[in-house]
């Protein structure tokens, strides 16, 4: 069996029908684990769980469960009975928590075995992955697949390696503005950042309530549909007929490109064209205005409530405070201790203005007219999706540099928007940079509550594209 390219749907196919059993799968899945230990990538390695639940499965486990015997990988701001979650902070290190996550528990009664729990951009707050609470390697930060020298995105950035790396083909990571599709866009996996409230968000360590949600990352889209459907139900979904399917391109989400990621899109429209895929230009007037007045004020300001009410719910005693002060990442002590704990937003020339009559503004006025925005650019020009570069630039050095506000904006800058609007948006991997050899991705992001369709456009694409080599 070639690993390097296999994916959950033929490892559960496989597994079906005996060709391969679970302990052997998942005994090679810890080995590779382990040999990467430079990459970050995991906070907890569950060897004996894992060994003992793909024992189990090949003894008596259902073979018709959608993922019977596949191993699998869970970020770790998202409780796993029995194992830590520490959310990539160290006053959560210790927090074991008894039950799953609801999105946890649809997965394991499906028969998928949990490897691990992935490292993360400290409490979920960056793009880089430059954590340095945790880790296995040599230095900080959750390292490229295809590159240790680089960032793996974050803030899902051990999800994204382990997956690039081939150590696993699926698991789940959390997305607020980017956190599954920065990384899958940067070490070549597929992901979808379903549409908010699609997945239930229980149990899963928050930046905010509005804008959170938890989303799967795999080999390929079909594989992001198979993990899609354990989580929120439905048949399977079929790939959708591309010559009935319409895309836009909005121009003012094709700046700030370097050289590899401007020419793979390009490249990556015309193979989709040449699919008879209608794609147009469209305008998206204020989408950069209106997204600015909601995406931090709605962050930062409901932090503080949600992580006090998470906390309790832990049963740890711990206070935001005590959280806060055990921060180990520079880029985010700054953040709780200059803007979230204060209740705080920056104003103009370095003022502190007062975040809540900011916030209540962005929920009643700003967010709501995203949303028209979209409703009607989606409507408006019979749309079925909007297409853009996930990341503007392709993987960055991975040092305490790679966290700086500017490159945090500049990751998010394509990825934030449908974010802040609740939409859904799919991660596809379209090739390696042409001098950089790094992944590139393409995101398409549809209306609200269309993630199946959206899906069924990924499905069919994921052979227009083909897997990306492994990395060397």
Not at 426 to 447: F, N, R, W
């Amino acid at each position: 069996m070639d690993f390097d390219q296999l994916t959950l749907t033929q490892a559960a196919a496989d597994l079906r029908t005996g060709k391969i059993t679970s302990t052997a799968l998942t005994t090679e899945a810890l080995s590779r684990a382990k040999a990467n230990a430079e990459l970050n990538a995991f906070v907890t390695l569950d060897e004996a769980g894992a060994l003992k639940a793909a024992a189990a499965f090949d003894a008596t486990g259902d073979r018709s469960k959608p993922l019977g015997g596949v191993p699998i990988v869970i970020k770790d701001n998202i409780e796993v009975a029995g194992l830590p979650c520490s959310a990539g902070t160290p006053a959560l290190k210790d927090y074991v928590p008894k039950t799953d996550a609801p999105v946890v528990a649809k997965l394991r009664a499906a028969g998928a075995v949990i490897i691990g729990k992935t490292s993360m951009h400290e409490l979920a707050f960056g793009i880089s992955g430059y954590n340095t609470a945790f880790k296995t390697g040599a230095e900080f930060g959750v390292r490229n697949a295809y590159d240790r020298a680089l960032i793996a995105g974050g803030s899902s950035s051990g999800t994204g390696a382990a997956i690039g790396a081939r150590i696993v083909a699926g698991g789940l990571g959390t997305d607020t503005g980017g956190s599954v599709r920065v990384p899958g866009a940067l070490n070549g996996c597929a992901s979808l950042r379903p549409t908010v409230r699609r997945y239930p968000q229980d149990g899963i360590a928050p930046i905010s309530h509005t804008r959170d949600t938890a989303g799967p990352m795999a080999a390929t889209i079909a594989d992001v549909a198979l993990l899609d459907r354990v989580i929120a139900g439905g048949e399977a979904i079929a790939p959708a007929d591309l010559k009935q399917v319409r895309i836009g391109i909005v121009k003012s989400m094709l700046t700030n490109l370097d050289a590899d990621t401007g020419a793979a899109f390009h490249a990556a429209i015309a193979k989709v064209e040449a699919q008879r895929i209608t794609v147009v230009g469209i305008e998206m007037p204020q989408l950069a205005e209106l997204n600015g007045q909601v995406s931090f004020p709605v962050a930062l300001y409901e932090a503080y409530d949600d992580m006090v009410a998470y906390l309790r719910h832990t049963g740890t005693s711990l206070t935001i405070e005590t959280l806060v002060k055990e921060i180990a990442s520079a880029d985010v002590k700054g953040t709780y201790e200059g803007l979230v704990l204060p209740r705080k937003l920056p104003g103009p020339d370095n003022t502190l203005l007062d975040a809540r009559p900011i916030y209540d503004a962005a929920i009643k006025t700003a967010r709501p007219a995203l949303q028209a925005l979209y409703n009607n650019t989606f409507a408006g020009n019979k749309l079925d999706a909007i297409a853009f570069p996930t990341t503007p630039r392709v993987a960055i050095a991975s040092n305490p540099e790679s966290s700086t506000l500017e490159n945090f904006g500049l990751f998010i800058q394509n990825t934030d928007p449908g974010s802040n609007a609740g939409i859904p948006g799919i991660q596809i991997p379209i090739g390696l940079g042409a001098t950089s050899k790094l992944p590139i991705g393409l995101e398409l992001d549809g209306p609200a509550g269309g993630d199946r369709h959206l899906l069924a456009i990924g499905i069919a694409l994921d052979s227009v594209f083909g897997r990306l080599p492994p990395p060397r």
